[in-house]
């Protein structure tokens, strides 16, 4: 099994950046693919930002150019580094590891961008 915790949301102005971590109970390198999901309010999750394989990245359009996922296996630390955020931004990110067929949920951190 697989904990992970967020931690990085808050408050921020439009234009700011925000950079959230995600830090896994397992070593990184055994994990098959980790990502971000944000969910509005009364709407399904939807990605955010994966990375599989270590290296393989993949992101909506929606934050292609703003967002930069990255994972630091000494850390065992997933981040995602939002820049350029928009109050479209705000939302609930949720960091998700797939392992050995299994898929693991964290907490969940509030990201708040206002106008």
């Known amino acids: 099994q697989v904990q992970l915790v967020e931690s990085g949301g808050g408050l921020v102005q439009a234009g700011e950046s925000l950079r959230l971590s995600c830090e896994a109970s397992?070593?990184?390198?055994?994990?098959?693919?980790m990502g971000w999901y944000r969910q509005f309010p009364g709407k399904q999750r939807e990605l955010v930002a994966d990375?599989?394989?270590?290296?393989?990245?993949n992101y909506a359009d929606s934050v292609k150019g703003r967002f930069t996922i990255s994972r630091d296996n000494a850390k065992n630390t997933l981040y995602l580094q939002m820049n350029s955020l928009k109050p479209k931004d705000t939302a609930f990110y949720l960091c998700t590891a797939r392992m050995y067929g299994l898929e693991y949920w964290g907490q969940g951190t509030q990201v708040t961008v206002s106008s």
């Open positions: 990375i599989v394989s270590g290296s393989i990245t």
């Open positions: 397992e070593r990184l390198s055994r994990i098959y693919a």
